[in-house]
């Protein structure tokens, strides 16, 4: 009797990514790919493997430089300056049919690069980042001042006009890569801005493909900017420059204070979209086994590498062992890998000094007196991997309960009785207020206890990220809203006329 051996399908368009990755990778400026003026380069390497996967262009301060003034002079140029709103929305509209038709090899580059699994990147990240484009393109013509009644003496017709801010710079993390270079373009192109993003030095090549795909577009020269490079000489030359009228940052808090410092010379717009440490709140009269799933999801998902995680998990006493167990269950049967393979659910973060810095959080709370209930190891491996971990006992003291982790471990922890004011005082106890999450029956409680949570995003028995609705923080979790009206509201400058009749 002869057996077959069945084989995983292959990874779609990942030859194609391949073969991206292993091309000589430049910086575009001005509408055209050129070398950086120092000449360096810097390697970048799959965080599951450790294997290299590109050599990249280092932007430098010159090469910033070069990249402000190419903006400029678009702002300047009839080309973009003068270009409709309808045919931004046509640009943008076209940029999105690219990313769609192109999707499986940027999921591929996606997975090479940040690590999670391809399926993951494939049907979320890159249908997200497509929907962006589309629904910015909507407002592109939209984009209206009002009418105002004055009262003061004399016969006015006074009305208010919306204009581009101007050059903006837009730096994005490492762990959505293309969803969050995507979200921060489309609004500034479809304001009418030029753009100069800079994608994080672990993560470049989907930023990378996406610029080739805005050439062929055909937007014009220096409405966009690349450039790859380090946050401590291209990203902080581009935030002190005095030529960008605007600065948007989604990263960590730390650095949110570095650019807000670096603005201040010539008081440049800032929007940053900053940590979080999210209270997934669990009531007593919850669907308990969808409320587990998706606490499990909130804090495992992209391997916790995510600043709206459900990192703190409060559940009423009543099922709190039942959740702890069921979320204990699934971080236990989950199957941690390589992004490529079929059957990985979640993959590594992304470096291994991210690894370690995950598990000092852990064993600093074990060593202070939490319970672990799950996980709380490294996973053997070349890649940076660390099990799904769930530790209950903790206090409000503990840094691992009250700083952001950025990896996939939950602090969960009991409360006895229904007292929302109580429920939110302790979900607000955090110097973040990204978001909540609220899993109850009662159409009451959760709409007594959204208002009572410090959180610029609630979500109420599930729901994830739509392009129509604004997302920001309160409190140390930043400044300004991206997506929605107010989104783009924010690459906009309001100007105020009145004409005497």
């Not at 105002?148 to 208010?160: D, E, R």
Request: aromatic fraction near 6%.
């Amino acid at each position: 009797m002869s057996t077959q051996t069945l084989e995983k399908p292959p990874v779609p368009a990942l030859d194609e990514a391949r073969a991206f990755a292993a091309r000589r990778h430049q910086l575009f400026i001005g509408g055209r790919w050129v070398e950086p003026q120092s000449g360096e380069r810097f390697a970048t390497h799959d965080p599951a493997t450790g294997a290299h996967v590109a050599d990249v262009a280092k932007a430098m301060e010159a090469d910033v430089d070069l990249a402000v003034h190419a903006a400029r002079a678009a702002m300047e140029d009839t080309a973009w300056a003068e270009m409709k709103p309808n045919a931004r929305a046509l640009l943008l509209n076209r940029l999105a049919d690219a990313l769609e038709r192109h999707a499986d090899e940027f999921a591929a580059l996606e997975t090479m690069d940040q690590g999670k699994p391809v399926r993951d990147a494939r049907f979320f990240d890159l249908p997200y980042a497509v929907d962006l484009l589309r629904y910015n393109a909507g407002w592109a013509t939209k984009l209206n001042g009002e009418s105002i009644s004055l009262s003061g003496p004399g016969t006015w017709h006074a009305f208010t006009v919306r204009e581009p801010i101007g050059v903006v710079a837009q730096i994005v993390p490492w762990n959505a890569p293309i969803a969050m270079a995507v979200a921060k373009i489309a609004p500034a192109l479809a304001a009418g801005c030029a753009v100069i993003l800079k994608p994080a030095e672990e993560t470049p090549m989907t930023a990378l493909r996406l610029a080739h795909l805005i050439e062929e577009v055909g937007f014009p020269a220096g409405a966009f900017n690349l450039l790859t490079g380090f946050g401590d000489s291209a990203g902080a030359a581009l935030t002190a420059h005095p030529g960008v009228d605007k600065v948007t940052f989604t990263g960590s808090t730390e650095v949110g204070r570095l650019i807000i410092n670096a603005a201040a010379g010539n008081f440049k717009r800032v929007t940053l979209e900053l940590g979080g440490k999210t209270p997934c709140i669990i009531l007593p009269d919850a669907d308990v086994g969808a409320a587990i799933q998706g606490a499990a999801r909130s804090i495992f998902s992209n391997a916790g590498q995510i600043c709206n995680a459900g990192s703190r998990l409060f559940v009423h006493r009543n099922i709190f062992e039942q959740v702890v167990e069921g979320v204990s269950a699934i971080a236990e049967g989950t199957k941690v890998g390589g992004g490529f393979d079929a059957d990985t659910q979640m993959g590594p973060v992304i470096s291994s000094t991210q690894r370690e810095r995950i598990l000092g959080y852990v064993k600093g709370g074990l060593e202070a007196g939490a319970t672990l209930r799950a996980g709380g190891r490294e996973i053997g491996g070349p890649g940076a991997f660390v099990a799904p971990t769930v530790l209950t006992d903790t206090d409000a003291q503990m840094a691992v309960r009250r700083e952001e982790i950025f990896g996939p471990v939950l602090c969960a922890m009991s409360f006895g009785d229904e007292d929302l004011e109580q429920i939110a005082r302790d979900a607000n106890a955090s110097d973040y207020g990204l978001g909540a999450v609220i899993w109850t029956n009662n159409l009451s409680a959760a709409h007594r206890l959204a208002r009572k949570l410090k959180a610029g995003t609630v979500r109420v028995n599930g729901g994830g990220l739509d392009p129509a609705l604004p997302f920001g923080g309160f409190k140390q979790s930043g400044w300004g809203r991206e997506n929605g009206r107010e989104g783009i509201d924010a690459y906009t400058e309001v100007k105020s006329i009145a004409m005497a009749i």
